[in-house]
């Protein structure tokens, strides 16, 4: 039997959910409950890398999650993809990890036979699914999904020259924070992963421009979806 395990790093990626299991707010808690017919752990890991990671293992070892969807935001990186378009990841990588003093190319973990972490089949296949039940919904009728690498670092994406570096060396649709951790610690513990994300911006803007609590909803809307497909 599935048992889900669905990480955000934020209070506004995880709102709906919660509004579903009658709190209004996670303290990063582990909350465990039902959604759309499927169990699920629901908590917010806080933003970046390692944050992500440790609460994955959690989710792994402590409550025994059969799969992980990460959702949230993202910036938008890839030509076609405009704000509130939707990400399913293929794979993830890191776009800040860097050992080229070594004669490794960017984005290469030293002494790992994958850098690149692809997400499950299955549940990129539930996600498209998912999407067509969801897609003629109001709101959503300008929303377009994409399958595409997902890039994570420690940063936040606001400069196009730097934009343009990530593109450059691992060309992914959109930019975040945490889903290459989230897939690297699924990936050691071999459990199915994948990561959705909607896009908040376009990762060469100032923060004005920022539309996270819309995105988080679009992304939130298509996993509790997802969540009637297993």
């Given at each position: 039997?599935a048992?889900?395990?669905?990480?955000?790093?934020m209070?506004e990626?995880?709102?709906?959910?919660?509004?579903?299991?009658?709190?209004?707010?996670?303290?990063?808690?582990?909350v465990?409950?039902?959604?759309?017919?499927t169990?699920?752990?629901l908590v917010?890991?806080?933003?970046?890398?390692?944050n992500?990671?440790?609460?994955?293992?959690?989710?792994?070892?402590?409550?025994k999650?059969?799969h992980?969807?990460?959702?949230?935001?993202?910036?938008?990186?890839?030509?076609?993809?405009?704000?509130?378009?939707i990400?399913?990841?293929?794979?993830?990588v890191y776009?800040?990890?860097d050992?080229?003093?070594?004669g490794y190319?960017?984005t290469?973990?030293p002494?790992m036979?994958e850098s690149?972490?692809?997400?499950?089949?299955?549940?990129?296949?539930?996600?498209k699914?998912?999407?067509?039940?969801?897609?003629?919904?109001?709101?959503?009728?300008?929303?377009?999904?994409?399958?595409?690498?997902?890039?994570?670092?420690?940063?936040f994406?606001?400069?196009k020259?730097?934009?343009?570096?990530?593109?450059?060396?691992?060309?992914?649709?959109?930019?975040e924070?945490?889903?290459?951790?989230?897939?690297?610690?699924?990936?050691?513990?071999?459990?199915?992963?994948?990561v959705?994300?909607?896009?908040?911006?376009?990762?060469?803007?100032?923060?004005?421009?920022?539309?996270?609590?819309?995105?988080?909803?679009?992304?939130?809307e298509?996993?509790?979806?997802?969540?009637?497909?297993f």
């Open positions: 039997m048992k889900v395990g669905i990480i955000a790093a209070d990626e995880l709102a709906l959910f919660l509004q579903l299991t009658g709190k209004e707010k996670s303290k990063n808690e582990f465990e409950c039902t959604i759309n017919g169990d699920c752990v917010k890991c806080g933003i970046g890398k390692v992500a990671a440790l609460t994955t293992q959690r989710l792994i070892s402590e409550y999650v059969t992980i969807i990460n959702t949230g935001i993202a910036g938008a990186l890839a030509k076609n993809l405009r704000v509130f378009d990400v399913v990841s293929t794979d993830t776009h800040d990890f050992v080229t003093g070594f190319k960017p290469m973990i002494r036979k690149y972490f692809k997400a499950d089949n299955a549940l990129i296949e539930n996600a699914t998912a999407f067509q039940t969801i897609s003629t919904k109001e709101g959503f009728e300008s929303v377009h999904m994409m399958e595409g690498r997902v890039a994570s670092g420690d940063q994406i606001c400069d020259s730097v934009k343009q570096h990530i593109i450059d060396i691992c060309n992914p649709a959109c930019v924070m945490e889903g290459a951790a989230i897939a690297h610690t699924s990936f050691v513990n071999k459990v199915p992963f994948v959705i994300r909607c896009m908040s911006d376009n990762a060469e803007e100032s923060t004005e421009a920022f539309n996270e609590k819309k995105a988080a909803l679009i992304s939130a298509l996993v509790i979806a997802m969540l009637g497909e």
